[in-house]
C-alpha cells in the first residue's frame, strides 16, 4: 500500500493542525499507522503509533501532549493533530504501516511539511 500525507502547510505559532494519512487506493492493512517527521540533517523522529484495529494510541516523549493520533476505519484514512505549533515543530511529517511491536514501519508516504512561523 502507497500512503499519502495531506494537510501540511505554513501556519503561525499557537494554531492547531491536522494532518491525514491514507492509502492511495484500496485499504490500510497494517497492523498499525505511525507518524514521524523529519527535519533537514537529522534523522527520522517518532512521534506517535495507533493500533488500527484497537487504537490504543503511544506517544513519544517529545508528542505527548500537544499531539493526537486517531484513525477513523470507516474513512480508511489516519491523522496527527497538532496544537499549539511552535517554530520547532517546523519539518517534513510522515505517516507509515507498521508491524505488531511498532518497532518495524515500512509503506512511508512522501512527506507533507508543515512551516511554523511567528
Known amino acids: 500500500e502507497q500512503l499519502v500525507e495531506s494537510g501540511g502547510g505554513s501556519v503561525q505559532v499557537g494554531e492547531t493542525l491536522t494532518l491525514s494519512c491514507a492509502p492511495s487506493?484500496?485499504?490500510?492493512?497494517?497492523?498499525?499507522m505511525g507518524w514521524f517527521r523529519q527535519v533537514p540533517e537529522k534523522g527520522r523522529e517518532f512521534l506517535a503509533t495507533?493500533?488500527?484495529?484497537?487504537?490504543?494510541?503511544r506517544y513519544s516523549d517529545v508528542a505527548e501532549g500537544r499531539f493526537t493520533i486517531s484513525r477513523d476505519t470507516a474513512k480508511n484514512t489516519g491523522y496527527l493533530q497538532i496544537m499549539n505549533l511552535k517554530p520547532s515543530d517546523t519539518a517534513v511529517y510522515y505517516c507509515?504501516?507498521?508491524?505488531?511491536?511498532?518497532?518495524?514501519?515500512?509503506?512511508w508516504g512522501q512527506g507533507t511539511q508543515v512551516t511554523v512561523s511567528s
Open positions: 507509515a504501516g507498521g508491524d505488531t511491536t511498532g518497532k518495524q514501519y515500512y509503506n
Open positions: 495507533i493500533s488500527w484495529r484497537l487504537g490504543q494510541p
Open positions: 487506493e484500496g485499504t490500510f492493512t497494517s497492523y498499525r
